[in-house]
């Protein structure tokens, strides 16, 4: 049981969650310091990082709250520079910004003809550069030089693999994080450090602030057509849960898949594998 144990413990890490106080990342925060990390909760919902920090501290875990906003690099920037300044050290970065968007989503009142270019723009640097490129661009620069490596988790998308209709940006830019993975895997493998690993988790359906509006109906809090359509098309017939996300983390952050890169994990309770029929 030790060894077990042992394999999945980060005490002694210190973890990066962007995005740490969306619904996703708060359960990604806690499971990282109930695993041992001290986790800093990067995000721009300050009020949010600050309550994050207070629960992970009286549950005995170590966190801190550092503001960052993905579309501006000099806060990503300011941010690493905190980490560094209080632990030390980066070992885990994990980027979970993201998200769909009103703006960027086909409807009857918005035709894929008339989004705008600078709409499409936003989702993109939203998912893809600030959402994994430019602080993987950051914090990788002070990665590289650990003596252990470390583990950079890209969040994807099951939507990276089988486009939804009707966010085509958002289909893009999840399409393009996957194979930022699989290159920036390689590129530090091979140019500067064998043990800094790069992987990504690719959720099906949970239910946040971003979606919800796709998925539940505002007024009589039904499931839309649309969110109907998801869980008969999931085997699980339900929508995934935040906290199932964790024990697919803790492995790509932990020893225990120190052989593991550029690789992408499906978590959507079977919808990748149903043909509907």
């Not at 708060?26 to 990082?49: F, H, P, Q, W």
């Not at 990788?140 to 030089?145: A, P, Q, W």
């Not at 994080?177 to 690993?197: D, G, I, M, S």
């Not at 929508?239 to 697919?248: K, L, R, S």
């Amino acid at each position: 049981m030790n060894y077990q144990k042992n394999l999945f413990d980060l005490t002694g890490k210190v973890a990066v969650v962007t995005g740490g106080a969306g619904i996703l990342g708060t359960a990604m925060v806690k499971g990282l310091a109930n695993a041992g990390a001290s986790v800093a909760i990067a995000d721009m919902m300050t009020d949010k990082a600050e309550e994050l920090k207070k629960q992970v501290e009286n549950s005995g875990g170590k966190a801190l709250a550092v503001f960052m906003d993905v579309f501006k690099k000099e806060t990503i920037q300011t941010c690493a520079e905190k980490v560094v300044g209080t632990w030390g050290k980066v070992d885990i970065l994990v980027n979970a910004v993201g998200g769909n968007m009103r703006q960027v989503t086909t409807s009857p009142e918005l035709s894929f003809f008339d989004i705008k270019p600078e709409d499409f723009q936003r989702i993109i640097d939203l998912n893809l550069l600030g959402g994994a490129i430019i602080p993987s661009q950051i914090f990788g620069k002070i990665m590289v030089s650990n003596p252990d490596g470390g583990s950079i988790i890209n969040i994807a998308s099951m939507n990276a693999f089988r486009p939804l209709t009707r966010i085509p940006g958002y289909s893009a830019a999840k399409s393009a994080v996957v194979n930022f993975t699989q290159w920036l895997a390689v590129h530090f493998a091979q140019e500067y450090n064998p043990k800094l690993r790069v992987n990504a988790i690719a959720p099906g359906f949970f239910l946040t602030e971003q979606n919800r509006y796709l998925l539940i109906d505002e007024q009589s809090g039904e499931l839309t057509q649309r969110g109907k359509t998801i869980i008969a098309h999931t085997p699980m017939g339900r929508f995934g849960e935040p906290d199932e996300i964790i024990g697919a983390l803790i492995w790509l952050a932990s020893d225990a898949s120190k052989f593991v890169t550029g690789i992408v994990i499906p978590i959507d309770g079977g919808f990748s594998a149903y043909s509907g029929v």
